[in-house]
């Protein structure tokens, strides 16, 4: 009995140990849990959120409504010469590189083709002098193809001829850069190229001026450094010097 | 002895039992601790990257690189109308609104007036005719004195009038908005009525010229939603036709 006595003892001592590291697991698992779950319920959102989303992107951020507005109100007339694009041209400060008040910014930082498309109704319906375009980057970086690019500028193009056939139509290559393609991780610049080309024929095909600024600003395989802001896809002040020499004869 | 037995098997049974939920608590633990730890680590990380920062921003993201560099390529002369500020100032097509290829922008999205005060050397010392000042509000949402804004913005002067002393200086009012502070979460809208009453004494003691924006812009207690681009701080496309009819007189 003794010996039996001392094991139900023992027994009772080690359920009661157990017992008390069973609360102290359990606890620590009420608390845990939630977090845990919160931490990897976030964690798929975010991987979720880098899943490949239509490549035509279109731009609706708070920079894209204050512009889009302006734009609205300060009208575009027939002496206009207007610069539509992306961030490369927003930062552009066309009048003040050209010295001449007719040339407009109707750059919207993060913009593609697809919004470009949208909006040039409301510039071309005001039949401008010319129209200077450079569009894409963003496109590619976020996986457009470049034979999808060039068919949206394509549509931009037809968009004006049939609108306004006088505005003279000019159509910038895109600048080389050394980034990545946003979800793929692959360098951009071979699509930068090859829609460069595309571009060449499409500007031939109806009979616009194409700008070659690729090989300008290219140095080994991407923007070279001494036109490079430091992100290695935007203009320093050299490089917007460079854009405006590039442009002068076309624009005056 | 049976019934010593019986206990001892259900002493085992329910150990075992025990066991095998301690187990599986452990192994709960073992896979959720660490992912809780990183949540809560990222939590305290976020919650400090809220606490108070010094007062007086420093803008240096890239658009910031960006613009520095052009405006120290693209020169101002003495012919020039230089508008500096923030992103209502960058987003300002003041060439265009004016129809003056002499109206230059060099308005910066995000900037303070610690930034303006570090960039205002490199347009004054170019001796332009006139300056425009729209500056304030990034302070005051980033939880900056009415007062500490101000007596930045008079070194801003300072520094002009010393440098340029032909320079004629335009102080504009800091618009009204619904925007609370970033930190605080309180409404802004009385440290701006407050750093307005202080850069008209300002402009007063200074000998430049006051231009009460706020009351052309106010409605009820915030940004006249006539001219308001959605976000209650940026100006839509009307909005910028009343800021430049405001401006009409001193401009021209």
Redesign the interface.
Known sequence: ?ET??V??TS??N??CF??K??II??V??I???P??G???VRKIQFYNSLAPKPISIKNEN??W???S??????EVDSNSIVFIGDSHTQ?F?V???F???H???RGIALDGTKSVLDRIDFIVDKHPKKIFIQVGINDLLNGASPNSVSEEIREVIKKTKAVSPNTAIYLQSVFPTNWNKYQAKTPVLSDIKSLNLKLKTLAFETKCEYIDLYNAFLKGSGLNSLYD???SL?????G??LWRDSLKRYVN
């Open positions: 009995m039996s006595n094991s139900i027994y009772k080690y359920i157990m017992r590291g069973l697991s359990i620590v698992n608390l845990c849990l977090l845990a919160i931490y990897l708070i920079f409504k204050i512009r507005s302006e734009f609205r109100t300060f930062f400060e009048a003040e590189a010295h001449n008040a040339c407009k910014n802001c430091g992100d935007h203009l320093n002040g050299l917007y010097l």
